[in-house]
Structures are given as structure tokens and as C-alpha cells.
């Protein structure tokens, strides 16, 4: 069964540096997401991504963030300049048609 | 409370009982979905109940929608150790590209 993947599955950085996570997500799907999970805390959307270009974002997604579909398979989300604030799991999901969401396994991101 | 509140928010049961739980929402929804997560895990899709439907059965799942009470409702039949996890629902209000808004979640144990 086809399934979104995501890596890596634990980076751990620098307050400052910046980090790339990476998606794949399922052949077919047209809508991306990315969303985050505080530890303890609830899942929350940060970005969904469309025909190219993103098609909503949430406050958390400054500045600092961005979002890449780089080669037509994989969706990056990038940030320049991590703040101890943004250590989170980071969760990719896609849809085929915006409806039903498949989530990845998370990159675990820690901000030291 | 905000959009997606899920209730109890834990629950412990024995092998081979029902276990219910309730997700309250505030505004319209197009859609609601239930989603599985175990311990630090990823989320796994579970079942998407549409606006206009008010029951929708999944092996062991039966999940209700009360547009009028805006609230949803998740059993699971004769339960299992390995049901244990978190559960949540997500909201999807139609007004974007499948943004989903998470409620806080229900710890399930389910003991042997």
C-alpha cells in the first residue's frame, strides 16, 4: 500500500541553523501539508501546498519557513533559522483529492 | 473550547469492551476525520465522515456525525491491547484546501 514517507527520522541542530525535512509524499496526490506536534501538545497545520504554490498557511509559518516541491516527488519544508521553540515533530500528509489525509511516520526535530 | 475537542481524555478499558469517544466542534465542517497515533508515532487515517452523513461503519469502527449538536462520536467494538494509542478527530471546514484543526485527543489503554 502506498505510503507517505519522511526523512530523516531524528535531526537534531543548532539554535540558528537552519534545517530541511523531507517528504514524499503519495505518487498521485495533488494537495501536500505540512503540520507539527508540540511534544504534549496538539497537531497544528502549518502550511498546504497546490498546483505549485501555497494555498494556506497558518500564523506559526513565518518568515522563517518555507515550503518546496523541488522535483515533482518530494516536498521539503526548510527552516532558515531554528528557534528552540520550533523543536516539534514535524508531520508531511498528502491527499488526492483534499479530502482524506495520509499522514508520514514524523522527523523528530530537536533545537539544542 | 476550540475547534476538535475530544472527550475523555483518557480512557482505560479491558480486552474485548466498547470504548466511546466524543469529539466536540464549533464551527461548520465539510468534513470530520478520526485519526490513530501511537506513541510517538505518526497518525494513521482512520475514517473520514462527510457533513452530510450521520454514521459510517469501518471493521470495528462505527463513527456518528451530529451537524446540529456539532459533534462526532468514535466506538470501537471489542477492543484490543493493540488499540491502544491516542485518538483524535480533525476538522476540515471546506473553506481552504483540506486544512485539518486537531482537537487535544484521547488516550485509549486497552488492557489485556
Known sequence: EPEVTQTPSHQVTQMGQEVILRCVPISNHLYFYWYRQILGQKVEFLVSFYNNEISEKSEIFDDQFSVERPDGSNFTLKIRSTKLEDSAMYFCASSALGDTQYFGPGTRLTVL | ?112
Open chain 2, 1 to 112: 473550547s476550540q475547534q476538535g475537542e475530544e472527550d475523555p481524555q483518557a480512557l482505560s478499558i479491558q480486552e474485548g469492551e466498547n470504548a466511546t469517544m466524543n469529539c466536540s466542534y464549533k464551527t461548520s465542517i465539510n468534513n470530520l476525520q478520526w485519526y490513530r497515533q501511537n506513541s510517538g508515532r505518526g497518525l494513521v487515517h482512520l475514517i473520514l465522515i462527510r457533513s452530510n452523513e450521520r454514521e459510517k461503519h469501518s471493521g470495528r469502527l462505527r463513527v456518528t456525525l451530529d451537524t446540529s449538536k456539532k459533534s462526532s462520536s468514535l466506538l470501537i467494538t471489542a477492543s484490543r491491547a493493540a488499540d491502544t494509542a491516542s485518538y483524535f478527530c480533525a476538522t476540515d471546514r471546506g473553506t481552504s484546501y483540506g486544512k485539518l484543526t486537531f482537537g487535544q485527543g484521547t488516550i485509549l489503554t486497552v488492557h489485556p
